[in-house]
């Protein structure tokens, strides 16, 4: 979309420093200049590679493509005790993790691995900047997959650049249809695996199958194909550079000391393609050579010699360029290369940036998340696979009944919902105590199948001449027959009548 304005019609209502935002309206412009309001995206074709291998960090991000995608892709197919090793089964509301089964009430767990999560992406990016989105953020791994399905269809950059401005012809038309099938395959696949971990992945692919797939199922698989779709194949840089809030607030949690991808300006500049014959200082010329090549391999198409831009994800590719470049023009590596601000401009030793590693916030954050990645691992490890729940009966809160022997009780009624987290059914029993003369009156031993839950009812007596009026703080312990270690304590109140 675009209009015609007036160069100083469009300055004089742009908005002023503590002013009011007026609306820029198109306006026909005395020499027919033309302001565009939408900027269309233009199409980046990052090279593959620079040379016949790939260089270093092109290593370490396949390395973490077949590491992530193995662990994604291949984790729902794992067993474990005849039932599927990872499951979130929330219509159960049931978390199985290997030999964990978390449930509802253990809710504090996933809190803590949220606050490590968030506190470990401060950390690392305090350190090395953007090196989850560099390598292992799913946008950037799915991205990397989808252009390696497209580079084996229609080539690398020059042939892709070279087919999308042909005309359209048969050949053409093979390719891009055989491109957008591949990226749909595999993009159905992902949201199918996606929806493998809420549902058991088996059963998932057999209603698939017999076309049985429940609604929400199927709504969830076409929603998360669809979202790989379109986020991997068609918008790519656009969800790094416009969508993730990360790229925005992330100079909130860099510092001078941060690890970053990082243009010496000192060693590069003057840049000219000079003669590799020649001393390049002679001719005035720094060791930039001018050749482009670590734009031409930016996934998100910015020149790093600009200086750091939150488009930049940390990839290191065009490291791995300029490293390439600099050996076949003789010249020493480095001249693009993961560094920190104070390195470059006070010439630090690689010594030196790993000693500003263990600077103050650093060192405060890393002892947050190790108390609490260390206080989550004992609370699992002392985790109790019992849970308790006593709720009194609010229909008869106290009576009095006399018992078999003709001696006045006072009863109080309630109810145990026992949760039994272990993949092995166990038989329980219950005691009480905390008055003189308090048993249980009814059925104190009982069986909790695995992994689920069993309402017990429980009546409490103690003689009527020893309770005095009000309430009275007793307890309930309720304790596995094959493990003396899985025991439950609760404490709840017996109402005495009044007189």
Not at 127 to 152: D, H, N, S
Request: proline residues 4%; contains cysteine.
């Amino acid at each position: 979309m675009s209009s015609v304005v007036d160069p100083k019609v469009a300055e004089a209502r742009r908005p002023k420093a503590g002013g009011t935002v007026i609306p820029i309206q198109p306006v026909a412009a005395a020499d027919g200049e033309v302001e565009k309001l939408y900027a269309k995206r233009q199409e980046i074709y990052p090279r593959a590679k620079i040379g016949d291998k790939l260089g270093f960090f092109q290593k370490w991000r396949w390395a973490l493509v077949w590491l992530t995608q193995l662990v994604f892709y291949g984790l729902p197919w794992l067993q474990w005790n005849d039932r599927q090793a990872v499951l979130f089964d929330l219509a159960a509301r049931k978390f199985y993790i290997f030999g964990l089964v978390l449930w509802p009430q253990d809710i504090i767990y996933l809190t803590a691995i949220l606050i490590i999560s968030a506190l470990s992406l401060f950390l690392f990016t305090a350190v090395g900047g953007r090196l989850w989105c560099g390598y292992a953020c799913p946008q950037t791994v799915y991205t990397e997959l989808f252009m390696w399905i497209e580079r084996r269809i229609e080539g690398d950059r020059a042939k892709r650049m070279a087919l999308d401005k042909a005309p359209w012809s048969a050949a053409k038309v093979a390719k891009k249809f055989g491109k957008h099938a591949a990226w749909i395959a595999l993009a159905l696949w992902t949201g199918y695996t996606f929806v493998g971990f809420f549902t058991p992945i088996r059963e998932l692919g057999g209603d698939m199958l017999a076309l049985s797939i429940g609604g929400w199922s199927l709504f969830w698989v076409l929603f998360y194909g669809f979202a790989t779709y379109g986020n991997a194949g068609w918008m790519r840089e656009q969800v790094c550079k416009y969508m993730c809030p990360y790229a925005r607030f992330q100079s909130a949690m860099f510092d001078k000391d941060t690890l970053i991808v990082t243009y010496d300006v000192e060693r590069g500049e003057p840049r000219g393609k000079g003669s590799k014959s020649k001393d390049r200082k002679g001719q005035g010329l720094g060791d930039c050579v001018e050749c482009a090549l670590c734009v031409q391999v930016c996934p998100t198409g910015i020149d790093i010699r600009d200086g750091l831009q939150y488009e930049c994800i940390g990839c290191a590719a065009c490291i791995d360029a300029c490293d390439w470049v600099m050996d076949k023009a003789g010249l020493p590596r480095g001249l693009i290369r993961y560094a920190t601000t104070n390195s470059v401009s006070q010439h630090y030793s690689r010594a030196g940036i790993v000693k500003r590693i263990f600077r103050p916030r650093v060192m405060v954050y890393t002892a947050i998340l190790s108390t609490i990645v260390a206080a989550l691992a004992v609370a699992v490890y002392l985790r109790v696979p019992l849970k308790v729940d006593v709720i009194r009966d609010r229909a008869a809160l106290a009576r009095e009944v006399i018992d078999d022997k003709g001696v006045a009780q006072v009863e109080n009624v309630y109810r145990l919902q026992v949760m039994n987290t272990t993949e092995v059914g166990r038989t329980y029993t219950l005691t009480v105590s905390g008055l003189p003369g308090l048993v249980a009156a009814s059925e104190t031993t009982f069986e909790v199948p695995p992994a689920s839950s069993k309402s017990v009812p429980l009546r409490v007596q103690a003689p009527a001449e020893t309770v005095p009026a009000g309430s009275h703080k007793i307890a309930i312990d309720v304790a596995a027959h094959d493990d003396a270690g899985i025991r439950v304590h609760e404490t709840t109140t017996f109402l005495g009548l009044r007189r």
